[in-house]
């Protein structure tokens, strides 16, 4: 991994310093006894960003926010979508693993598809409905709940879900804990390369000793506060797989939402986990 040089880091830190506290205005002083930097080397970063209209030195020889870094944060937010590095991540599965992979994101009680990408095998395939249930289809946004937050949840959808319903989402749910992503399978009966219908067996766990046909994986993506805000999901499987090869598959799509939570939100505090 490459090291940050030393002199980024500092830049990077000031910086820093004054997107967290847009509204404020900081001395030399306080800026030195905040960050912990040198009189010497404090004051030449600043005076260069200062300079590059990144900060504004007032009268009173205070430092607050340039327009130069206001402006480049208005236009970045005004084209700032998660699906610049979405679709990247999932044509990459797509044509890894010769399946659909959709970007699910929720609203109300429902999951929205977002995006789409197919591989060679499902080009021209469309799902059968840009909108599915939450319960369960989306119970990939349910995992980072507590068992009371989840049955509460489960308790205020209408119309209510059947027994059988709930306990779908209760597997789903435990499966994803244990392995951070969601596999559905296939009901016994069906075919290879059979009509996608909504239809699917919930599983808590696999039987390494077995060959699968899955209806679906799906992994989350979560904010700083664990809310899951995005869910990858691939489907359209087209022949039987082993455990490891689930797994594997699992393992991919964890990575790919890794690197776009990382995008969208970045790096996790080490002192917070």
Same mark, same amino acid.
């Given at each position: ?27 030399? +002083? ?16 600043? #005076? ?17 926010? =340039?327009? @130069? ?36 994101? $929720? ?9 789409? @990408? *197919? ?6 395939? #469309? ?10 289809? =989306?119970?990939?946004?349910? #995992? ?13 959808? !209408?119309? $209510? ?49 077995? !060959? ?5 994986? @799906? *992994? ?12 990858? +999901? ?6 039987? #797989? ?6 594997? *598959? ?24």
């Amino acid at each position: 991994m490459t090291r940050q040089s030393p002199a980024v880091g500092r830049i990077v830190s000031v910086l820093n310093f004054f997107v967290e506290h847009p509204q404020q205005a900081f001395t030399l +002083t306080q800026i030195v006894n905040s960050l912990r930097l040198s009189r010497a080397t404090c004051h030449a970063l600043l #005076m260069s960003l200062v300079e590059a209209d990144y900060l504004y030195r007032n009268p009173d020889k205070s430092y607050v926010l =340039g327009p @130069a870094l206001i402006s480049l944060a208005v236009n970045a937010q005004q084209y700032f979508t998660p699906f610049t590095v979405a679709r990247q991540e999932m044509r990459a599965l797509a044509d890894e693993l010769d399946v659909l992979v959709t970007a699910l994101a $929720p609203e109300g009680d429902e999951v929205v598809v977002r995006e789409r @990408a *197919a591989s060679r095998t499902n080009l021209g395939w #469309m799902p059968p409905t840009p909108r599915y249930p939450i319960y369960p289809w =989306g119970s990939v946004f349910l #995992m980072p709940l507590p068992d009371e937050e989840l049955e509460a949840e489960l308790d205020r959808i !209408k119309p $209510p879900l059947s027994t059988d319903g709930r306990e779908d989402v209760r597997k789903a749910v435990r499966f994803g804990r244990r392995h951070d992503f969601i596999a559905v399978l296939a009901p016994d009966h069906e075919e290879l390369a059979r009509e996608w219908r909504p239809s699917g067996r919930f599983i808590e766990d696999l039987d390494p000793g077995q !060959k699968h046909l899955l209806r679906f994986l @799906a *992994a989350p993506v979560a904010d700083q506060r664990g809310r899951v805000v995005l869910a990858l +999901t691939l489907s359209r499987f087209t022949q039987v #797989m082993s455990y490891d090869e689930i797994m594997e *598959a699992g393992r991919r799509l964890r990575a790919a939402c890794e690197r776009l939570r990382t995008f969208m939100f970045g790096k996790p505090d080490p002192q917070a986990l």
